[in-house]
């Protein structure tokens, strides 16, 4: 195991950025993902700790014009208290009522929860369907330097990500959902709320004059990693949502889940809830 030789807990996004510009540093937030990994041998400390969690102005939730914003630092309680979320984006408030015990949401972050980037993230998809983005932020020629990824290009395999080893990610952003949005959230475990997904699955779009448009499905633990359920959006997308839309896209399902046998369920089980889990959804939003 990794000897740790220094451990930082910086107060200013610079300090923390000019601390991990050599790219050799190990960030610590919550804890609730790092600690059992390390524990288990799945990674290893780096010489330097850099713990973010007293970083001014990385966390809070602004919902302010057409932009929502929820720092890197938020905890998953939070998410889930948050009376502005609750209206703008019910959603993401379901899935956060699922996400682990309360002792647990309690200390992880969102950003932490995107970092990890596991296939069964229970976060991702509910923000995949809000059209979300990451911020990410560097040092680079002595300054902080910005950039904006979108969600769905933010994850490229299990536990592997696009952001670079200097770089921090800082929040994440979405759109205010337009009027008529609804969305929905559906989750499968040994234990609804206390397990890992064995699968996820997240709906969002506008309903208007018995249509759907802008549609975004989300589907969780049947891919290398979180994924938009194209086939599935296609099969819904200005369509009326009667019983054959539905069963249209439940049969697409098959083309965009490719799950695989695994400790926690086979890929057959998977695909299975895949399938009830959009009905479950469309249903819900055709009978209100």
């Not at 799945?42 to 919902?63: D, F, P, S, T």
């Amino acid at each position: 195991m990794q000897e740790i030789t220094s451990y930082l807990a910086p107060r200013r996004l610079d300090e923390a950025l000019q601390a991990m510009a050599d790219g050799d540093a190990t960030v610590l937030c919550g804890g609730t993902d790092l600690a059992p990994q390390t524990e288990s041998g799945m990674r290893q400390y780096k010489a330097k700790l850099l713990n973010i969690r007293r970083i001014e102005r990385l966390g809070g939730i602004e919902a302010t014009g057409d932009k929502v914003r929820i720092g890197a630092l938020t905890t998953i309680s939070e998410i889930r208290c948050n009376p502005a979320l609750a209206a703008i984006a019910p959603v993401l408030v379901e899935a956060a009522e699922h996400f682990a015990s309360e002792q647990i949401r309690n200390a992880a972050s969102v950003g932490g929860n995107l970092c990890n980037a596991s296939p069964a993230g229970d976060m991702i998809p509910a923000l995949l369907v809000l059209g979300a983005s990451v911020e990410l932020a560097c040092w680079r020629d002595g300054a902080v330097r910005k950039r904006q990824v979108p969600l769905e290009q933010f994850f490229v395999g299990p536990g592997k990500t696009v952001k670079l080893p200097e770089e921090l990610l800082t929040g994440v952003v979405f759109d205010r959902p337009a009027a008529g949005f609804v969305g929905r959230f559906r989750k499968s475990g040994p234990r609804p709320a206390l397990e890992i997904s064995t699968v996820s699955v997240a709906f969002g779009a506008r309903v208007a004059g018995g249509r759907l448009s802008d549609v975004r499905v989300a589907m969780g633990s049947v891919a290398p990693t979180p994924l938009r359920a194209r086939h599935v959006e296609a099969a819904l997308e200005g369509k009326a949502l009667d019983a054959a839309t539905i069963a249209a896209a439940v049969a697409a399902t098959a083309e965009d889940a490719k799950p695989i046998d695994d400790v926690r369920a086979s890929a057959w089980y998977r695909s299975h809830l895949v399938r009830v889990f959009v009905e479950e959804v469309l249903n819900d939003v055709r009978g209100n």
